[in-house]
């Protein structure tokens, strides 16, 4: 009995697409992107692995 592979393709969206996305994205007023502020402010959770959160006794 052979094994059948069940991947799931991935399309990409076509550049016209891909823009409606984006667009529709921007719309949204509860799911804006972030500013380059918050993401300076960003750090890789390997980072935090270890310390204590505040508040924590």
Not at 13 to 36: F, G, M, N
Request: proline share 7%; glycine share 4%.
């Amino acid at each position: 009995m052979s094994k059948s592979s069940k991947k799931m393709l991935i399309q990409m969206p076509s550049v016209a697409e891909d823009r409606k996305i984006t667009a529709a994205a921007k719309a949204d007023p509860d799911a804006q992107p972030l500013t380059k502020a918050q993401l300076a402010q960003m750090v890789p959770t390997k980072a935090l692995r270890g310390r204590r959160l505040r508040g924590d006794a």
